[in-house]
């Protein structure tokens, strides 16, 4: 039964990604990922937690009825969107850039890029200066390519954000659940979880790749239209409210007591006052997973990887060894973006990212 299933999974993601193409746009807009990554490079410096944002924003879409922008269309008067979803009210942000983006590309090419490819190449140049970062420090580079093709939707679900985003509440089984739900497997659901507050883009610089990644078996390499960058300068940071902490770091028992009480400081109200979800997160490292194993996950979900559970080796493992870390994180993140898109001619290519064209 195990078997079929994951075959069944293979079959899909294998058919989804058959659709995209990272040269989607080469010929019909070829300045698009150099307009994205210029917006994302001016919206990082001008605020350095905006990549974190951008990052979150990508996981709170695609988790929800796959890739295809349903979380940036507003609300109106006969339509209820997935922006007041109980994970992303008073917590996701980044619209304005997405905004932003979407202007410059209707100027340069209108009609062509999908708002649901911004997020995805927006998250991507987060994502992948978080992992330059890391080259840099350590290990060189290693990076994915962004598939292209995605389309949007004409429609969200607000039922289904509030019931498919994983809530900072859960335990692992149920955290196991939400990710095989599309179909990650538990070391998957850890490989991503250390994106949780990373931090993000800083001055990109376009290369090719000669970096480590390119020896790597399992991402899809086209020499000419691989897009690859290095961090060089400023951070950004990912944070939690303490809304969502204050429970863990008043209650539970499964964290330690000196980094508990140094977040009380700022949380013993104020459900807006906010902690970096990765306190030391000058670098893009495995500290993440030291955390856990000293007990010092902020959110209790993180915690929930490093319980004594059915994670906990994964989690230990990823503590003693960076690179493995590295080398599964791109072939994830490959993945979530390869989550149910709408392409060919199903959905629609927005020309507002936050209405549905026509409305
Ligand atoms: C295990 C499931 C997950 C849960 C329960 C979870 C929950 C949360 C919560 C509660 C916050 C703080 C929100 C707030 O304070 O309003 C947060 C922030 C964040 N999450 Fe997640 N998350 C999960 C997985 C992920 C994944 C897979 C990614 C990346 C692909 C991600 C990226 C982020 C980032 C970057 C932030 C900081 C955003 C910012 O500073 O604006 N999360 N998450």
Known sequence: M???????????????????????????????????????????????????????????????????????????????????????????????????????LEEQCPGTVSCADIIAVAALVSCADIIAVAARDSLGGPNWTVQLGRRDSTTASLSDA??????????????????????????????????????????????????????????????????????????????????????????????????AMSLRRNCPSGDDNLAPLKPDNEVFDNNYFKNLVSMKGLLHTDQQLFNNGSTNAQVKAYSLDSASFFADLADVMVKMGNLSPLTGTDGEVRTNCRKINGS
């Not at 019909?28 to 951008?54: F, K, N, Y």
């Not at 996701?92 to 983006?101: P, Q």
């Not at 335990?171 to 949780?196: H, I, P, Q, Y």
């Not at 990644?213 to 303490?242: L, N």
């Open 162 to 259: 509030n019931s498919d985003i994983p809530s900072g509440i859960l335990d692992l089984s149920d955290l196991r659940s939400a990710f095989a739900k599309n179909g990650f497997s538990a070391k998957e659901m850890v490989t991503l979880s250390d994106l949780l507050g990373q931090k993000s883009v800083i001055n990109l610089r376009k290369e090719y790749h000669s970096s480590i990644v390119v020896e790597r078996k399992s991402v899809d390499h086209d020499p000419p239209s691989y897009m690859g960058f290095r961090s060089t300068g400023t951070h950004s940071i990912g944070q939690a409210r303490c809304f969502v902490f204050r429970t863990r770091i008043y209650n539970e028992e499964n964290i330690n007591p000196e980094f």
């Open 2 to 104: 195990t078997t079929t299933f994951s075959f069944f999974l293979a079959v899909i993601f294998t058919v989804a990604s058959a659709q995209l193409s990272p040269d989607f746009y080469a010929i019909s807009c070829p300045s698009a990922l150099s307009i994205i990554q210029d917006a994302v490079r001016t919206a990082v410096s001008a605020e350095s937690r905006m990549g974190a944002s951008l990052l979150r924003l990508q996981f709170q879409d695609y988790f929800v009825n796959g890739c295809d922008g349903s979380v940036l269309l507003d609300d109106t008067e006969g339509f209820t969107g997935e922006k007041t979803a109980v994970t992303n009210v008073n917590s996701i942000r980044g619209f304005d850039v997405v905004d932003n983006i979407k202007s410059r």
